[in-house]
């Protein structure tokens, strides 16, 4: 019996540990152009607005801001990030370039959906996934998991 709870406990901490880097990942032909490399995802939730952003050692390989405002629903429902609400596209995807002067790229986006498991609350955790199409033809696809914050 303490040795097949030992497996257990072991198999646990083994999933754990594999498990916890691999919900927050950024891909797609858009590394062709940028560093997608990031060390952790930031959620904000600001008004209507969610912001995730990739944070990176020299910049900030993407940032997506969601405005869910006038939606019947958000969570586990596939938002499309060009629809316009209120004249606006509801979702914009940002590039910070590293190189110390800190530009601020616009990345078009052409088509795109972003997931959310849930409806953000600020101090609850937020996971989701995107896609999204730029105008360039290249792509950029990302997962993220992370708490919830308020401005």
Known sequence: ???WLGSVGICALI???CCGTSSNTLTGSEAQVYDLSFNSVVILLEGT???IKYVGDSGDP???VVD???LASVAGVSID???LDSGQPRGVLE???GGGDGVTDQLMISRGTVVFDQTPKIGANLSGSFNA???DGYTLDGTFSAPVNGP
Do not use: Y
Request: positive net charge.
């Open 95 to 97: 590039n910070v370039n």
């Open 68 to 70: 869910v405002a006038n």
């Open 133 to 135: 199409t730029l105008v």
């Open 1 to 3: 019996m303490m040795k």
């Open 49 to 51: 607005s969610v912001s």
């Open 62 to 64: 993407a940032i997506l």
């Open 15 to 17: 999933a754990v540990c």
């Open 81 to 83: 990030l060009t629809q």
